[in-house]
């Protein structure tokens, strides 16, 4: 899916948490928004997603303009910085409730819910509850979930932020395998600059709701364009070194 | 997830909240004077009498005609208050609109009203004269004076506490659920009844709980509009009454026992439900 955001405004308030925003992605790219806590990356994501309507702007998905279409017909995967599994469903359940969504028939949940399991290397773990479940595992299972229906994009917000350290790393790469793997677009938000430049092939950064620089990660090392850019990028690998 | 941490604490005896000893011995203290002792004395004044004469008192037609009718009533009336006070919840936690603190804080009154003022008051309106009774008594329906105006009564008393239960739980449910449902293509109805609904669950059967158990005692409100029509529209604890009055202290005490025993268990019941419930809410 082809995303392209145009001229996007957004105030809560009188706050404004996006200021004109636009850029694109294109089809089968992993693009990651990073920027400061506070700077909109959310925001942005919700948009598109449509949970949130921008004030101004408009928001094209394959040329289409979608700001009128409401989420659940946007076709978007979405995984949730908590994961927001449904607690009182199991994993299977949870994993197949956007293909129930579908009327799939029974059979055809159970083979692709089975298929999403073995993905993420969860065969066994179906009839658990996510109560049952470690982190890094509800955080598959949340991506699962999300993978299910076959969404043309799949929006992921701060996926790591609940994972410790260790595991962090080792999930980001089974991530990007993932995605790549499966060839969906995708777009995720994080705070981690080291998190960005490994896993993306975009980086768009944000501060105060407006957009600093877009480009490879090696354009933004190497050629930050802003004064905000270069100092985020500098103080980011000193801090962010430990992680 | 506090208590938890507390009670494992105390297991191995160290004390995260000081004062337990303290606590517990007035927690002990308020539950025997007023809850304990009150209950046992029914007990034993009901162990005056044969098992005999005790099953004859209980199982004698109008005294199980009495308790068909508290049981079905306050059942019926229950069911109403889960729907209606769910729907209360909702509009008063998920809407803004004005006069919604006014409509708040009238949910309570049913408890401040004497329950003696609601029945004469219910009675009134739905006698076949009074407004709302005269509309249904043109329809050939008549409320007052039977087991309709008996759940009506029963609804209006118990509603506080299905609405008291739902909303705190409803105003701290995490939107997300709600926004990943939608991301996965579900609409309002399945969101709302596959995604939401399970999480109010274990509130509702709370409130559904207290509100059975409400309308099982309740008294006052009930009688006047009940009209006490022997084996239709007499409630158990009008039947307890009246034995009172006749000064069958043990007969009343056999009444109120059984009754007890029947409440217990489904109090037993809902509170295990509930609990099995719970297990699910610490992810
Ligand atoms: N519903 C809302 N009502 C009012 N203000 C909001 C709302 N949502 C976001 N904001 C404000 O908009 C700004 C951007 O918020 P956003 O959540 O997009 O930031 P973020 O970049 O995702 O930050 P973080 O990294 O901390 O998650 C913040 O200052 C926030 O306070
Ligand atoms: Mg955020």
Redesign the pocket.
């Known amino acids: 899916m082809y995303v392209e955001m145009k001229d996007i405004c957004k105030t ?2 009188g ?1 404004q ?1 996006s200021d004109h925003v636009s850029f694109g992605i294109e089809k089968g790219q992993m693009a990651a928004l990073l ?1 400061p ?7 942005i994501l919700r948009m598109i997603a449509g949970l949130d309507r921008p004030d101004f702007g408009d928001i094209r998905i394959n040329g289409i303009r979608v700001n009128d279409l409401p989420g659940n017909k946007r076709g978007i995967g979405f995984v949730f910085q908590n994961y927001a599994l449904f607690r009182y469903m199991t994993v299977a359940d949870n994993i197949g409730f956007g293909l129930e969504v579908q009327k799939k028939s029974k059979a055809e949940i159970k083979t692709r819910v089975e298929e999403l399991l073995e993905l993420i290397s969860m065969e066994d773990l179906g009839k658990r509850y996510p109560h049952q479940l470690s982190g890094g595992q509800r955080q598959r299972v949340a991506f699962a979930r999300a993978l299910a229906p076959d969404p043309g994009l799949l929006l992921l917000d ?1 996926p790591f932020a609940a994972i410790d350290a260790k595991v962090r790393r080792e999930l980001r790469n089974w991530l990007r395998d993932m995605i790549e793997r499966v060839g969906i677009t995708s777009i995720f ?1 994080t ?1 981690d600059q080291e998190e960005a430049m490994e896993v993306a092939n975009q980086v768009i950064i944000i501060n105060q709701g407006k957009i600093e620089q877009i480009g490879t990660p090696d354009e933004i090392c190497f050629h930050p364009k802003t004064d905000f850019v270069a100092e985020f990028i500098e103080t980011e690998r000193f801090s962010g070194k430990g992680r | 997830m506090e208590q938890q941490i507390v009670k494992v604490k105390n297991k191995k005896g160290v004390r995260v909240i000081p004062g337990f000893g303290l606590s517990m011995g007035v927690t002990l203290a308020m539950l025997g004077c007023f809850i304990l002792i009150p209950l046992a004395s029914i007990f034993i004044s009901a162990s005056k009498m044969s098992f005999q004469e005790f099953t004859e008192v209980v199982t004698s037609r109008q005294v199980m005609s009495g308790y068909l009718v508290s049981f079905s009533c306050a059942f019926l009336a229950a069911l109403i208050n889960g729907v209606f006070g769910l729907i209360l919840a909702w509009v008063l936690v998920r809407y803004e609109f004005p006069g919604k603190r006014i409509m708040d804080g009238m949910i309570e009154l049913p408890f401040a009203l004497p329950t003696a003022v609601a029945g004469i008051s219910l009675t009134f309106l739905y006698s076949d004269q009074g407004w709302i009774g005269a509309a249904f008594d043109k329809i050939g329906i008549s409320i007052a004076y039977t087991r309709i105006g008996i759940t009506i009564a029963m609804v209006f008393v118990g509603i506080p506490f299905v609405v008291r239960s739902v909303q705190p739980v409803l105003e701290k449910l995490d939107r997300q659920y709600e926004e990943a449902a939608m991301m996965l293509g579900a609409g309002r109805t399945r969101t709302f009844f596959k995604v939401i609904l399970p999480e109010l669950f274990p509130a509702l059967l709370a409130g559904f709980g207290l509100a059975f158990a409400r309308g099982i005692g309740e008294y006052g409100s009930v009688v006047f509009i009940a009209g006490n029509i022997p084996f239709k529209t007499q409630i158990a604890p009008l039947l307890i009454m009246s034995k009172l009055e006749q000064y069958k202290y043990s007969d009343a005490t056999a009444i109120a026992l059984a009754l007890l025993l029947v409440s217990f268990l489904l109090m037993l019941f809902i509170n295990s439900l509930q609990i099995y419930m719970q297990k699910f809410s610490k992810a």
Request: charged share 20%; aromatic share 14%.
């Open positions: 809560f308030d706050f948490a920027g806590s506070g700077s909109g990356k959310t925001t701060e938000v705070h």
